[in-house]
């Protein structure tokens, strides 16, 4: 039925495509051009463990476009007119190798398949998810043969720590909108040379595998800026931003750093570049991916000091945080806030962060709480029977404790007395 009233233009094209959208839109609801999602962001449910934590935001969007696959598919193979609106879809976002629906060859020959219109022209974005360095080269090398002219994202993960690609191919246009680069690849050259070369560049991520050789000038526009740091000594302040002027990119409101290795002094460069382009952030992500409990040289008071338009938090830290005087911290914007837990935390490690941000007159925007798993997605939330307490205690101030997946904290016996003032909208943890 559907068919013969398009056959009949009594549709018009204009809103089969609209429709298709929608029957093509992921849960969270971003599309390929969109910002990607932060740690803050919940977690897409049924997803596997990603390579590394910092890699889950990325892996999230390739998850959910693996699972509209099948859906663009049959929206091709409904007829030739339905083919030829819902090839847009079909083609707009290229998921290779991890969570892809195949390998790289199997693109290649759809791509370079003769059709009316090329199908690569619809191509806008590329994640591409490889194990060795080896296999970078010649994946980047075949796409840039083909050569895809309406590409803005280009997303490259590696699911180890080597993040060696010095010679491989960019495939991004003159307008990238996203970037993934490591610390050495050629793009920075033209980035070093001119703070412009990249225009129209909205995120951008850079992976510190090594020193930059040169500072980078970053782009006017830039609003998102993620470093992953594998030694504390590649993050340098000069690198990144003109110390005579904080300024210089007036539209960067969002911060990821996410922090390896060890060392006395490791957080000192983060906090350094934290406290340069603090005053203009709203977003900040303050990652380390070990030793959470030791929170030596870091001050959650330095930062919500100089970081006064937060309104989204993570942190990376407990140790800096136990057993000191919760009067000392407070913010006014603070909406949102992101708490590391691993496989072995227990009640007495989280006691003072908790009772620190339960204050409301400390933080009276502060409506969320959420939990970041570290190392690995936990198993089952149910584990943690001593967040009951706390749940119950935050939810008193208005304050909602979530798991990753965004779902509320709450006690089974709070659950089933059926109080509409808390909806039973999550897993609730066993008592």
């Known amino acids: ?132 360095w080896a296999t970078i080269v010649r994946k980047f090398e075949t796409l840039a043969r083909i050569g895809l002219p309406n590409l803005r994202v280009q997303h490259m993960f590696q699911q180890a720590e080597s993040w060696a690609w010095e010679k491989t191919p960019t495939l991004l246009s003159e307008q990238p909108l996203h970037l993934v680069e490591s610390s050495g690849a050629p793009i920075f050259a033209r980035m070093t040379a001119c703070s412009e070369a990249f225009g129209s560049l909205r995120c951008l991520t850079i992976v510190l595998a090594s020193p930059l050789p040169n500072p980078v000038l970053l782009p006017s526009n830039l609003r998102q800026l993620t470093i992953i740091s594998f030694a504390a000594d590649f993050l340098q302040v000069q690198h990144f931003f003109s110390t005579r002027n904080s300024l210089a990119i007036p539209n960067l409101t ?61 942190i990376p830290f407990l140790g800096g945080i136990q057993g000191a005087d919760s009067g000392g911290y407070s913010h006014s914007l603070l909406q949102t806030l992101g708490i590391p837990m691993t496989l072995y935390a227990s009640e007495p490690d989280y006691r003072s962060l908790l009772d620190v941000f339960s204050r409301r007159e400390a933080f009276p925007k502060l409506s969320v709480i959420r939990i970041i798993p570290i190392d690995r997605d936990l198993p089952n939330m149910k584990a943690f029977q001593w967040l009951a307490p706390y749940a119950l205690r935050l939810e008193g101030h208005g304050i909602r404790l979530e798991d990753h997946l965004g779902c509320r904290l709450l006690p089974v016996a709070v659950l089933e007395n059926h109080n509409p003032l808390l909806p039973s909208d999550c897993l609730p943890i066993a008592t």
Request: charged share 20%; with cysteine.
């Open 1 to 132: 039925m559907l068919i013969s009233v398009f056959q009949t233009a009594t549709f018009p094209p204009e809103l089969w495509r609209e429709c298709m959208r929608w029957a093509t839109l992921p849960p969270s609801g971003r599309l390929p051009l969109h910002d990607p999602p932060t740690m803050l962001d919940p977690w897409p449910l049924g997803i596997p463990h990603a390579p590394y934590p910092y890699l889950r935001p990325e892996a999230a969007y390739s998850f959910e476009q693996s699972h509209l696959y099948p859906t663009k598919r049959a929206l091709m193979l409904v007829s030739k007119a339905w083919a030829d609106l819902a090839v847009e879809f079909m083609y707009e976002s290229l998921i290779i190798d991890y969570f892809g629906v195949g390998g790289l060859e199997r693109v290649v020959v759809a791509l370079e398949t003769p059709h009316d219109r090329p199908l690569k022209s619809w191509v806008k974005r590329v994640d591409i998810w490889v194990g060795k």
């Open 254 to 314: 969002h911060l990821m750093l996410h922090q390896s290795g060890g060392g006395p002094d490791r957080f000192m460069p983060s906090l350094t570049l934290i406290n340069h382009i603090g005053p203009q952030l709203r977003h900040l992500t303050f990652m380390a991916h070990h030793d959470i409990l030791d929170g030596t040289g870091v001050d959650l008071r330095t930062i919500l000091g100089v970081c006064t338009q937060l309104t989204e938090l993570v």
